[in-house]
């Protein structure tokens, strides 16, 4: 089983449309959630930190269930430019390196 | 300000052949992570270092990969012996102790 774990998609939504992202994780020590967002052929990006009592930036809210494993990410009024790979992204321990998904590619479309 | 840098953005090399990737990180990052990502799937964690010393060396699939950071900025990854399976990006990332990570852009290596 990895130990970070995605619906790879690809999810193919209209502009507009509300989408919604989830992963679950295996390992219950992890401390730090993250989302990522990846353009083709670009490095990751941070998008979002996530945190158990759920925070919003804009059109993207990022919950965390801690007792389930369960991350997700919600993108409300989605927009062309919201087209990318979105990389779930736990901790992976104290030295600080990540455990990455496999990613779900989002395609907005007019 | 200047983000992580990476050299070369493209290594071809034949099966067999060592090779030098460079990674230059964030002015004042303690912390350098290297990863590589094969296509379709996410990064995969290879070795971290807090400042010159490696930390976490555990992602590291073999021996033939060996990592330096001398002077705890710039580090180098090296690969001896190349293999057909160690095409990939290979990416860089740091940031401070307590900070999110920074990716570079990558090195593609490709390995014929």
């Known amino acids: 089983r990895k130990e970070v774990e995605q619906d790879p998609g690809p999810f193919n939504v209209p502009e507009g449309a509300t989408v919604a992202f989830n992963c679950t994780y295996s390992n219950s020590a992890s401390q730090s959630f993250f989302w990522y967002r990846q353009d083709c052929r670009k490095e990751p990006k941070l998008l979002m930190s996530v945190y158990s009592s759920g925070n919003e930036d804009g059109r993207f809210t990022a919950q965390l269930n801690r007792a389930s494993q369960y991350i997700s990410l919600l993108i409300r009024d989605s927009k062309l430019s919201d087209s990318a790979t979105y990389l779930c992204?736990?901790?992976?321990?104290?030295?600080?390196?990540?455990?990455f998904g496999q990613g779900t590619t989002l395609q907005v479309k007019p | 300000g200047a983000g992580v840098s990476q050299t070369p953005s493209n290594k071809v090399t034949e099966k067999g052949k060592y090779v030098e990737l460079r990674c230059d990180p964030i002015s004042g990052h303690t912390a350098l992570y290297w990863y590589r990502q094969s296509l379709g799937q996410g990064p995969e964690f290879l070795i971290y270092f807090q400042g010159t010393g490696a930390a976490d060396d555990s992602g590291l699939p073999n021996d033939r990969f060996f990592a330096v950071r001398p002077e705890g900025s710039v580090s180098t990854l090296k690969i001896q012996r190349t293999e057909r399976g160690d095409s990939a990006v290979y990416l860089c990332?740091?940031?401070?102790?307590?900070?999110?990570?920074?990716f570079g852009p990558g090195t593609r290596l490709t390995v014929t």
């Open positions: 990332a740091s940031s401070t102790s307590t900070g999110g990570q920074y």
């Open positions: 992204v736990v901790n992976g321990g104290n030295t600080g390196k990540l455990i």
